[in-house]
């Protein structure tokens, strides 16, 4: 795991810290408290901030609150493991950090959807559909994600907040709302390649390519392996 930090391998550290409580059978897992290994392991997690991260699958995402009372509760281990990821709950209200990594998560989680209900739509699946319903459930999520930006803004001006405000209104059609969030985030980030690129693909979802190859060459001066840039530019052309 000392290795994984040197070579800034976060995502490793990521995905072992869920995963090593599953390891110990639940009789043999207090001893491991005083494993060098297994310290090492964490104060590794620690470091890196491997707690506030969650991944999106299975074993390998962190427990909400809820479980990590229960698991605390039911296991010394357990409770002296998670202790950095209960205390980062505890300061959730006023951790900017937290309410970005939720806001990136309610981004992922609005993008499916809306990707399952288009498809839905489109292709006219053999099932009844209620389009308003649809519509509907889609606005919630899409009000619920710019709720938890706002509580981030609040707390923290941040880029990385305006740029997921730009997605979240991309992925619902509000190309203009999601150029004025990719500007507001490159006034805080101006040598961020990704932002020109995401605002290059607003302008290009309307239409107006010379603005969108404009914005997609500024990501590319800045980063040359900017792969959606690069994508973009070349199926245009």
């Known amino acids: 795991m000392k290795e994984a930090e040197i070579q800034k391998d976060y995502n490793l550290i990521r995905m072992w810290y869920p995963i090593v409580p599953l390891i110990f059978a639940d009789d043999e897992k207090e001893k491991f408290i005083n494993n060098n290994y297994i310290k090492l392991t964490r104060d590794s997690v620690i470091r890196t901030n491997a707690y506030t991260i969650s991944n999106d699958y299975g074993c390998m995402r962190l427990p909400d609150e809820n479980t990590l009372t229960d698991l605390s509760q039911s296991s010394k281990f357990d409770a002296w493991w998670f202790e950095p990821l209960k205390s980062y709950y505890r300061t959730k209200e006023n951790n900017s950090v937290y309410w970005l990594n939720e806001s990136s998560k309610l981004v992922k989680e609005l993008r499916s959807m809306a990707n399952v209900m288009k498809k839905i739509l489109v292709e006219k699946l053999n099932i009844k559909i209620d389009e308003n319903a649809i519509q509907k459930n889609l ?99």
């Open 139 to 237: 606005n919630h999520a899409y009000q619920k994600v710019l709720q938890t930006i706002n509580k981030g803004l609040s707390i923290e001006i941040n880029a990385g907040f305006y740029i997921n405000e730009g997605i979240t209104h991309e992925i619902m059609g509000k190309y203009e709302d999601s150029i004025k969030s990719y500007k507001k985030a490159l006034a805080l980030s101006p040598n961020n390649d990704t932002i020109y690129a995401y605002l290059g693909y607003a302008y290009h979802k309307q239409d107006k390519w010379n603005l969108a190859k404009e914005n997609y060459q500024k990501a590319l001066e800045i980063n040359e392996n900017n792969e959606f840039a690069k994508y973009y530019i070349k199926k245009k052309n």
